[in-house]
Nanobody
Framework: QVQLVESGGGLVQPGGSLRLSCAASGSILGLNAMGWYRQAPGKQRELVARITSGGSTTYADSVKDRFTISRDNAKNTVYLQMNSLKPEDTAVYYC??????????WGKGTLVTVSP
């Protein structure tokens, strides 16, 4: 089994910053991509950012130049630095991992609320 422990969500004012963390453990042999998805009320879950084991990154257009994804391979941890947050960034953020063996796992989610 895979365990994903997310942290860092909360309430922040527009223009503020938050940093999400997700630590992976368990059956993660061959860990490849680590990423963050989000789901706002009434909307489908969408990719926010993803980073491969080689360091290649992908971002949603809506967060480019505001969010930065990074990872610490020694700690099997992925981070999402979110700056210049907007109310439309409000959502539950889910950590996601994918191994080279096709194992995919999701975290339970952490709520980010951007409001005055």
């Amino acid at each position: 089994q895979v365990q994903l422990v997310e942290s860092g969500g909360g309430l922040v004012q527009p223009g503020g910053s938050l940093r999400l963390s997700c630590a992976a453990s368990g059956s993660i042999l061959g860990l490849n991509a680590m990423g963050w998805y989000r789901q706002a009320p009434g909307k489908q879950r969408e990719l926010v950012a993803r980073i491969t084991s080689g360091g290649s990154t992908t971002y949603a257009d809506s967060v480019k130049d505001r969010f930065t994804i990074s990872r610490d391979n020694a700690k099997n941890t992925v981070y999402l630095q979110m700056n210049s947050l907007k109310p439309e960034d409000t959502a539950v953020y889910y950590c996601n991992i994918l191994t080279f063996y096709g194992v995919e796992s999701w975290g339970k989610g952490t709520l980010v609320t951007v409001s005055p």
